[in-house]
């Protein structure tokens, strides 16, 4: 099976602009999940997916942060405006009930 | 915050020793998981425990899990220096909700 693809691969950007991430998740997978991991960290969750609808947001900086899964498949995750601190991978993972999650190979992003 | 503690941090070893980690979390939990990460790519998942299941094995690896004290161990025995790599816990709870832990590096030497 085709794994979660993601893209871009690596984005740098100055303070104060947007960004916009983009997931795919394996076909069937009812299940998104959006992680933050900050080098030497553990990812932290930012908001999960089940089909089209929002489970849990409570740790996205609404502020700044946006996600939206329409059609319950692909996923895109914005920030405006993006802050230093925002500098992390930013990871998506897919499931289905109650199974493991696939994880892509993620997002870097450097805010100058 | 649901996130859990690892410990070590970071972990370094020869090759053909073992490697063990450990990790807490908070409240009560459907499973145990554990993942792998190598540098600059997605979690790899590897090994799963129910939370009415004390030990488990697969391949090299042995995982155990103590709900009176919210913490399991990972143990890899007779490591590789492919092995190299962090090495995360996540706790899932209800609604499918998964909460990482901070990770332990490993380091193999070979």
């Given at each position: ?95 289905l ?16 | ?22 990790c ?15 540098s600059?790519?997605?979690l ?11 030990e ?10 103590d ?18 790599a ?6 899932q ?18």
């Amino acid at each position: 099976e085709a794994g979660v693809a993601q893209s871009p691969r690596y984005k740098i950007i100055e303070k104060r602009q947007s960004v916009a991430f983009w997931c795919n998740p394996i076909s069937g997978h009812a299940t998104l999940y959006w992680y933050q991991q900050i080098l030497g960290q553990g990812p932290k969750l930012l908001i999960q997916f089940q089909n089209n609808g929002v489970v849990d947001d409570s740790q996205l900086p609404k502020d700044r942060f946006s996600a939206e899964r329409l059609k319950g498949v692909d996923s895109t995750l914005k920030i405006q405006p993006a802050k230093l601190e925002d500098s992390a991978v930013y990871l998506c993972a897919s499931s289905l009930a109650s199974s493991p999650l696939h994880f892509g190979n993620g997002t870097r992003l450097t805010v100058t | 915050s649901q996130q859990g503690e690892e410990d070590p941090q970071a972990l370094s070893i020869q090759e053909g020793e073992n490697a063990t980690m450990n990790c807490s979390y908070k409240t009560s939990i459907n499973n145990l998981q554990w993942y792998r990460q190598n540098s600059g790519r997605g979690l790899v998942h590897l090994i799963l425990i129910r939370s009415n299941e004390r030990e488990k094995h697969s391949g090299r690896l042995r995982v155990t899990l103590d709900t009176s004290k919210k913490s399991s161990s990972l143990l890899i025995t007779a490591s590789r220096a492919a092995d190299t790599a962090s090495y995360f816990c996540a706790a899932q709870y209800n609604f499918n909700k998964f909460y990482f832990g901070s990770g332990t590096k490993l380091n193999v030497k070979p």
